[in-house]
Every structure is written in structure tokens, then in C-alpha cells.
């Protein structure tokens, strides 16, 4: 692995840490563009790492109140659910075309959190009814089975808009059903191999050690200042995400390098 890769893994522990997001959906390009593994490999070591970085940071943020057990538990069992389901399709639509759909989702999602103004307006109790959060849950969780993402970007503001969580507490949650729906996606990929265990266990340790530095600055960063390099972020990942996908579209559909 290059020192660039190891660089970029510490920043994706950073980010999940600090946002409960973000990290996943660098993770993959990362171990593709940086690291030099194939997509088919890097979508299952994408779950593995972005799975345990997750698990370790929810734990920490348990510690200082900060998961949510209700969302947490409806946003998790239906997520895992549709990370099995998501995960079966992987490997039957060509990489650039998933990639394109999932940048425009990004888009959206970013446009949304910048163009919010002030502080959060949820109440201190959430409502996190079962349909609503359920539903919410099972779609991501789709996606993390399909795209070896962990769906951070879209469960954080998913909580904020229908389980009403304040944003640190969205943060917190996030990071324990990202845990959860890896290792339902994971379990799916690995029964197709190519798991490069030694890459994984190095790319780990590097995403851990900038996780513990996020959650330490999290609780001193202002909910505004989150919620806006969260939507900076998200944005800034879908602009690479199109670039680099975009010309893809073009070759051959038995090709799965991007």
C-alpha cells in the first residue's frame, strides 16, 4: 500500500469520527485509485473497513450518550436487511453506472445540508416512528450492500429529517447502524473471495487511528460548522465520483475497472 493510500485512510477515520459519515464513500475510490485493488475486491474490503472504524467510533460515542437505541435498532435491523438484498446485485450493473446514479444522490443530499440555515430546529426527544425509519433504514442499507458504502451520508440527515435527532446524536447513531449494515453486506461478498485480508488490516488500523482523533474534536466543533463541512464533503465526493466515472460510461460493458 502507498503512503498516499495510508494518508487517505487516516483522513477517512477522521471523517467518519468527526461527521459519522463521509469515510465510506472514500473508502472505495481510495483502495481503487490509491491502493490499486480491483472494484469487485475493494466493494467487501471497503465493508470490512469502514464496518470496524464504524463499530469502534459508535462505541465511543455510546460512552458520551450519543447513540440513540430506538433509531439504532430500527434503522439497523432494516438496514441490515437490505444490505443482504443490495449486495446480491453488485456484480450484475456495470461499476460507472452505479457510481453516476449514487454522485447525483450525493448532490442532492449535499445541496440540502448547505442550504439549511441556522441551528437545528428537532426537539430534544426524538420521534422515531417504525415506518418511517424503517423504510429510511432499509434503503440505505440497499445501497451499503450494493455499493460497499456505509451510508453515513445518507443516514445522518435520514435521522435529522424523519427520527428528529439532533445532529451530534445523528452523528453517534449513524456510526452504529454503519457497523451493522457492513457486516450484513459483507457477509454477502465474501462468499465471492478476493478479500485481500493483509491491504484490509492495514487500511484499518490507519482509518482507527484517525477515527479516535475525530471523535475527540467532535464534541468541540458547533453543530453549523458540522453540518456544513458535512454537505462540503459529500459534495466534494460526488464531483470526483463524476469525473472519474464519466468517461467510463463509454467502454465496454464487460469491463468492471473503473
Not at 447513540?67 to 430500527?74: D, I, K, P, Q
Not at 465526493?237 to 460493458?253: C, D, M, Y
Request: proline residues 5%; aromatic residues 6%; hydrophobic residues 55%.
Amino acid at each position: 500500500m502507498t503512503a498516499l493510500a495510508l494518508i487517505l485512510a487516516v483522513a477517512i477515520g477522521l471523517s467518519l469520527g468527526l461527521l459519522g459519515s463521509g469515510g465510506s464513500i472514500v473508502t472505495l475510490p481510495v483502495l481503487v485509485y490509491a491502493a490499486g485493488v480491483p472494484i469487485t475486491s475493494a466493494v467487501g474490503m471497503s465493508l470490512a473497513i469502514v464496518g470496524g472504524t464504524s463499530a469502534a467510533a459508535a462505541w465511543l460515542k455510546h460512552r458520551q450518550g450519543l447513540v440513540h437505541g430506538r433509531a439504532t435498532m430500527l434503522f439497523g435491523v432494516t438496514g441490515m436487511a437490505g444490505a443482504w438484498v443490495g449486495a446480491q446485485f453488485t456484480r450484475l450493473v456495470p461499476p460507472p453506472v452505479l457510481m453516476l446514479l449514487f454522485a447525483g444522490l450525493m448532490t442532492v443530499i449535499a445541496v440540502r445540508m448547505l442550504a439549511q440555515r441556522g441551528d437545528d430546529t428537532v426537539q430534544p426527544l426524538p420521534d422515531c416512528r417504525p415506518v418511517r425509519c424503517g423504510t429510511a433504514g432499509l434503503v440505505v442499507g440497499m445501497l451499503t450492500g450494493f455499493l460497499g458504502v456505509g451510508g453515513g451520508f445518507l443516514l445522518v440527515p435520514a435521522m435529522i429529517l424523519f427520527a428528529r435527532l439532533p445532529m451530534p446524536t445523528a452523528v453517534g447513531t449513524s456510526l452504529a447502524v454503519v457497523a451493522a449494515n457492513s457486516v450484513a453486506g459483507l457477509a454477502v461478498h465474501l462468499r465471492h473471495g478476493g478479500l485481500d485480508v493483509r491491504t484490509t488490516l492495514v487500511f484499518l488500523v490507519a482509518t482507527l487511528l484517525g477515527m479516535l482523533a475525530g471523535v475527540r474534536l467532535g464534541g468541540r466543533v458547533p453543530t453549523t460548522v458540522l453540518r456544513r463541512a458535512f454537505g462540503g464533503l459529500v459534495l466534494a465526493v460526488a464531483g470526483f465520483v463524476i469525473a472519474k466515472n464519466w468517461q467510463a460510461l463509454g467502454s465496454t460493458p464487460s469491463s468492471h475497472q473503473p
